[in-house]
């Protein structure tokens, strides 16, 4: 189900929840956090040791609810934005639910805002009651005051009426230049980012071409393009457009680059034997 929707069921949610004794004491930490990633700065930002330690930076998190205050700490840092800090002991039948939230403009203190399940859709109302900026993680962290019934249904917030009376927001969607398309890469200056994970320019590209490097794989070994995280997604089919372009092959007989499968990451002694000088 996870996997088909990227919806997590009742039941996988249920299993990460602390006894109802714990919850009723205050807040604590959620991960929803599923897969087998290499990820771990959650464990590592937590000053509480409330998340056992990942020995592999494979495992998933695990956290140890009697030591966990709650804090955010691991939330504001999880690149994933899969921990929520729940806290069911308010009383007077509302609980509260602090989710990262990466948007600007962020809403003020007492907005009423939508308030959203792990579908999208909205359930009901909430009332943003904390809003941390997020100036040192960059993810700023909004609790929302939600029904107890809701604590564990809503995930995410919408603020529309917000949205649409600063102009700001639609202006600063506007100045972010589109990537270019492959069509009109001719059309491109040379200082265009192709790569974006490795920081390669089209005049780099287009000096290698001249050099010349004309498959997509020579181009990534000599100048790093394509060898970021995004593994080539971006940069792999511009990078092709213009070997065409500049040699005048026909695109379909430049060659991609070669693809391997994620793997995980290895520390170096583990090919030297053991080996750590
Ligand atoms: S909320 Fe704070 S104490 Fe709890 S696991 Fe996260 S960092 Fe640790
Ligand atoms: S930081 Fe977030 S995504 Fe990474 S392992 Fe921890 S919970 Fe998962």
Redesign the pocket.
């Known amino acids: 189900m996870l996997e088909k929707t990227g919806i997590a069921t009742r039941e996988q949610i249920e299993k990460l929840l602390p006894s109802p004794g714990r919850r009723a004491e205050g807040?604590?930490?959620v991960?929803e956090c599923f897969q087998k990633i290499p990820c771990n700065p959650?464990s590592t930002?937590?000053?509480?040791?409330?998340?056992l330690p990942m020995d592999d930076i494979n495992d998933i998190p695990s956290?140890t609810p009697d030591?966990?205050?709650?804090?955010?700490?691991?939330?504001a840092v999880c690149p994933g934005l899969a921990?929520f800090?729940i806290d069911e002991s308010k009383g007077g039948g509302t609980g509260t639910v602090t989710l990262p939230y990466e948007f600007r403009p962020l809403p003020g203190i007492g907005e009423t805002v939508k308030a959203v399940n792990r579908a999208g859709e909205v359930v009901g109302d909430a009332v943003v009651t904390r809003v941390l900026p997020g100036k040192k993680t960059k993810t700023p962290l909004v609790t929302i005051e939600v029904p107890l019934s809701l604590v564990h249904e809503v995930r995410f917030i919408r603020c529309e009426a917000h949205q649409e009376e600063d102009p700001s927001v639609a202006d600063t969607l506007r100045e972010i230049p589109a990537p270019p398309q492959t069509a009109d890469i001719g059309e491109q200056d040379d200082e265009v980012v192709i790569c974006r994970c490795e920081g390669v320019t089209l005049r780099e590209i287009r000096d290698l071409i001249r050099e010349g490097y004309t498959t997509v794989d020579e181009i990534k070994r000599i100048s790093r393009a394509g060898m970021g995280p995004c593994q080539a997604r971006t940069c792999g089919p511009l990078i092709a457009a213009e070997i065409a372009r500049m040699t005048g092959e026909p695109l379909g007989s430049v060659a991609p680059s070669a693809h391997r499968a994620p793997v995980k990451p290895l520390p170096i002694e583990f090919f030297l034997g053991g080996d750590t000088e």
């Open positions: 807040p604590y930490a991960m959650c930002s937590c000053a509480f040791h409330a998340i956290v030591k966990c205050t709650g804090c955010g700490a691991c939330a921990i800090i």
